[in-house]
């Protein structure tokens, strides 16, 4: 009777398509390399675990595949999408925004929607980009009905989503834009005018995130004057980065 013994290399192939199918069942994230430590003389059961995928590590994909399920506020019932964020997995910037709009809401991908068209704009006036140094994110991962700011029991049950992303991001940089982020982030009920333009040493666990405030794209929508201390907040952003 022929007998197959499966080598170290038909585990590691094994394994890798099994996170693949995984990655793509749930979230649609794909993850980095993964080196795989299999137990040795184990051919009942060829156990084997990822060093970067265990129990006590955390991923995008994970907490994506969380949010998803999330129902744990009111904003659960009226979304069509949860809104995880996108961007590089490796940022040199994350950006923070306050909540999902109608087009976000929509598509399932941040800012997308006017204001999206022109923070993309903005970014590149600065080198950054969501598809090659950004990740892009929102304090709240569900739609606010009629684009109302969110309530503080509805930022409290994304609280820690947010937390989580930033401990896996570990970005060299975060900026925040809009008062709702500000406010989250930072616990304070301080308004943009107060807070804009200014570095403030963020710390998430171990990291400590040099972190500026600026305005929502949306104000700067609103009107053409705006743009001008938004403006003066980048430049000084991208001074930061440069040195």
Request: hydrophobic share 35%; glycine share 6%; proline share 6%.
């Amino acid at each position: 009777m022929f007998k197959y013994t499966m080598t170290d290399a038909d585990r590691q192939k094994l394994a890798g398509f099994i996170d693949l199918a995984d990655n793509f069942l749930t979230s649609g994230y794909k993850s980095g390399p993964i080196e795989y430590i299999f137990k040795q003389n184990d051919i009942k059961t060829n156990s084997f675990k990822s060093l970067n995928s265990s129990q006590e590590s955390d991923s995008l994909e994970k907490i994506a595949s969380e949010i998803k399920a999330c129902k744990n506020c009111l904003l659960a019932v009226t979304r069509k999408n949860t809104v995880p964020g996108e961007g590089t997995a490796n940022p040199l910037v994350l950006v923070i925004g306050e909540g999902p709009g109608a087009e976000e809401d929509r598509q399932g991908r941040p800012f997308v929607g006017a204001a999206g068209q022109l923070l993309d704009k903005m970014l590149g006036a600065i080198n950054l980009s969501r598809t090659s140094n950004c990740f892009i994110a929102n304090s709240v991962k569900c739609r606010p009905p009629d684009n109302r700011d969110p309530h503080p029991e509805e930022r409290e049950a994304c609280a820690h989503f947010l937390q989580r992303q930033i401990a896996v991001l570990k970005p060299k940089f975060i900026l925040l834009v809009g008062v709702v982020a500000a406010q989250c982030l930072l616990n304070t009920k301080d308004p943009v005018g107060k807070l804009h333009g200014k570095f403030i040493d963020y710390k998430c666990g171990d990291l400590t995130i040099p972190l500026m405030v600026t305005y929502h794209p949306a104000w700067v929508l609103r009107n053409e004057e705006n743009k001008r201390p938004v403006w003066e907040d980048l430049k000084k952003f991208k001074s930061r980065i440069d040195s």
